[in-house]
C-alpha cells in the first residue's frame, strides 16, 4: 500500500457502471416532464391570451403580428417559450427542496463535522 493509495480495493468497471445508473422510474418521469412542460406552457400561453382579450391588460404590437391564418402565432411561441422556463424553474426549485429533505446526508461517513468555532469577542477600548 503506497502513500497515495486508498486502504479500500478499487471497485471494478462493471461495479461503478452498476453503481452509477438511474433508476428507470427517474428516466420515466424525466421523460413525463419534458412532455408535461412545453404542453403546460402551450396551454397556459392560450389561456393568457384569452384572458388578455377579455381584460386588456396589454395591447400587443403589430410587429409580433404574423401574416396567416393565426395572426398570434408569434405571440404564442414568445409565451410558450416564456411559461416553459417558468414552469421548469418551479418543477427545479420542487426538486431541490424534495431533496434536501429526502436526499442523502450532506456529509459522508468519512467526512469530519464541522468545528464550531466560539466567536471572539472584541475588547472594549
Known amino acids: ?10 471497485p471494478s468497471l462493471n461495479e461503478r457502471e452498476a453503481n452509477s445508473k438511474l433508476h428507470p422510474i427517474w428516466q420515466g418521469v ?7 412542460t412545453p404542453v403546460l406552457g402551450y396551454f397556459g400561453a392560450l389561456a393568457l391570451l384569452d384572458e388578455n382579450a377579455r381584460r386588456g391588460w396589454a395591447t400587443i404590437p403589430a410587429d409580433l403580428l404574423a401574416p396567416g391564418s ?12 416564456a411559461l416553459m422556463l417558468v414552469i421548469f424553474t418551479f418543477f427545479q426549485l420542487i426538486t431541490y427542496v424534495l431533496y434536501r429533505l429526502f436526499g442523502p446526508s450532506r456529509y459522508g461517513p468519512l467526512d469530519v463535522p464541522p468545528v ?7 475588547r472594549q477600548r
Open 1 to 10: 500500500m503506497g502513500k497515495y493509495t486508498d486502504y479500500k480495493r478499487q
Open 30 to 36: 424525466g421523460f413525463g416532464l419534458m412532455i408535461l
Open 70 to 81: 393565426d395572426p398570434l402565432l408569434y405571440v404564442k411561441i414568445i409565451l410558450t417559450i
Open 116 to 122: 464550531a468555532y466560539p466567536k471572539r469577542r472584541k
